[in-house]
């Protein structure tokens, strides 16, 4: 017990302090609700929760009754698997218009309605399949069994719905990715009237590639 203990209190504190370095970023930058953004604060509140559920277990007393239950399931998940998934969906949204441009290099942009919807229903799901265990594990279910006691039915069946609901948030991101990667590009939502200079993309790839595309980084200010 003093290992699990020792190594919880261990990772408990450079993630708090990742915590508020990431709230501290926001608090201080120019905040737009876009897809990615609601990626970023869906991650961190599904790390937290995972984290919150992380200092229940580092008590000793507490993991002599929740290890090897569906209470740690409920952790690992929360903080390794949503947390890690909805970071990478994050990166993907944002960096959605490097993987695909124009032939005058115009970025092609993914739909924002149909990201909106797949961030929505995945984070929705993920809570309904996944908050339940908690429940289980604090009622005694152990993991790694074929089956379980008729007694915890009710909270496995809400879970099982939850997982649905998180395979049909996956079709919305199969949508963005066919459509807009298949499709022709005149058919694409893509930026026709834009100030290229605004784009970290194209500061990434023309500016200090070239170094011939100013660049403005905020007003009276810039890069040439």
Same mark, same amino acid.
């Given at each position: 017990?003093?290992?699990?203990?020792?190594?919880?209190?261990i990772i408990a504190v450079p993630t708090?302090? &990742?915590?508020?370095?990431?709230?501290?970023?926001?608090?201080?930058?120019? #905040?737009?609700?876009?897809?990615?953004?609601? *990626?970023?604060?869906?991650?961190? #509140?599904?790390?937290? +929760?995972?984290?919150?559920? !992380?200092? $229940?277990?580092?008590?000793?007393?507490?993991?002599?009754?929740?290890?090897?239950?569906?209470? $740690?399931?409920?952790?690992? @998940?929360?903080?390794?698997?949503? !947390?890690?998934? =909805?970071?990478?969906?994050?990166? *993907?949204?944002?960096?959605?218009? *490097?993987? &695909?441009?124009? /032939?005058?290099? $115009?970025?092609?942009?993914?739909?924002?309605?149909?990201?909106?919807?797949?961030?929505?229903?995945?984070?929705? !799901?993920?809570?309904?399949?996944? =908050?339940?265990?908690? *429940?289980?594990?604090?009622?005694?279910?152990?993991?790694?069994?074929?089956?379980?006691?008729?007694?915890?039915?009710?909270?496995?069946?809400?879970?099982?719905?939850?997982?649905? +609901?998180?395979?049909?948030?996956?079709?919305?991101?199969?949508?963005?990715?066919?459509?807009?990667?298949?499709?022709? #590009? /005149? @058919?694409?939502? #893509?930026?026709?009237?834009?100030?290229?200079?605004?784009?970290?993309?194209?500061?990434?790839?023309?500016?200090?590639?070239?170094? &011939? $595309?100013? =660049?403005?980084?905020?007003? !009276?200010? /810039? =890069?040439?």
């Open positions: 017990r003093a290992y699990f203990t020792a190594a919880t209190m708090g302090i &990742k915590i508020f370095s990431w709230l501290a970023t926001l608090w201080g930058g120019y #905040i737009r609700i876009k897809t990615p953004m609601l *990626f970023v604060l869906g991650f961190l #509140i599904l790390f937290t +929760l995972g984290g919150l559920t !992380g200092i $229940v277990l580092a008590n000793s007393g507490l993991d002599i009754a929740l290890h090897d239950t569906y209470y $740690v399931v409920a952790h690992f @998940h929360y903080v390794l698997s949503m !947390g890690a998934v =909805f970071g990478l969906f994050a990166a *993907f949204y944002y960096w959605f218009s *490097f993987f &695909k441009t124009t /032939s005058t290099n $115009v970025p092609v942009q993914y739909y924002e309605n149909v990201g909106v919807i797949h961030f929505w229903v995945t984070f929705i !799901g993920v809570n309904i399949t996944f =908050f339940p265990m908690h *429940f289980l594990g604090l009622a005694g279910m152990p993991r790694r069994i074929p089956d379980y006691a008729d007694s915890f039915y009710l909270w496995n069946s809400v879970a099982s719905y939850g997982s649905l +609901l998180t395979f049909v948030g996956l079709f919305y991101l199969f949508y963005i990715l066919t459509v807009t990667i298949t499709r022709p #590009i /005149s @058919h694409n939502i #893509i930026f026709e009237n834009f100030r290229k200079d605004e784009f970290i993309e194209y500061y990434y790839r023309y500016v200090l590639g070239e170094k &011939k $595309v100013p =660049f403005n980084f905020g007003p !009276g200010q /810039s =890069f040439g």
